[in-house]
């Protein structure tokens, strides 16, 4: 298991950055090379299931890449969504917590990721890991002007 963890401030109300958090279909928006769909309903509660397909993008609005798939195990609102991440490929548990502060919220993005492909994939994580958290980082601030950006 190896855990992520990265932060970003908001010049928003927490409530104002939790529902841009999980306005899950608009997540295209700020994270980097990702669209996110919806199973069976808007996922907004305990059991809730979203997909997320990160990759390069293809004719037809397609994209080439790893399916996540999660299941919400933790619906807070204004501050915390924890999902599972049950795909083939990413394994583990996510968070995502917005935290209040003088003058907005900091969002608090944590990854525990079970890595694929066994030895492999752990002797991988070190030459993957920076472009993963470059990666992550860039979208954070994607994000920051997006939830700020959102009217209430």
Do not use: C, N
């Amino acid at each position: 298991m190896h855990e992520l963890v990265e932060t970003v401030d908001v010049a928003a109300p927490p409530e104002q950055v939790f529902a841009a958090l999980v306005d899950w279909t608009t997540q295209g928006e700020w994270m980097l090379l990702t669209d996110v769909t919806t199973v069976d309903g808007e996922a907004q509660e305990v059991g809730g299931r979203i997909e997320a397909r990160t990759g390069l993008p293809l004719p037809g609005g397609r994209r080439l890449g790893v399916l996540d798939r999660m299941t919400i195990t933790g619906w807070e609102p204004p501050s915390v969504v924890d999902v599972r991440h049950t795909g083939r490929v990413v394994r583990g548990t996510g968070s995502f917590q917005v935290r209040e502060r003088d003058g907005g919220s900091t969002f608090v993005w944590v990854e525990t990721l079970e890595l694929p492909l066994g030895a492999l994939g752990r002797l991988s994580w070190p030459l993957v890991k920076p472009a993963f958290v470059a990666g992550v980082r860039l979208s954070l601030r994607r994000f920051a002007r997006y939830a700020e950006s959102r009217a209430r």
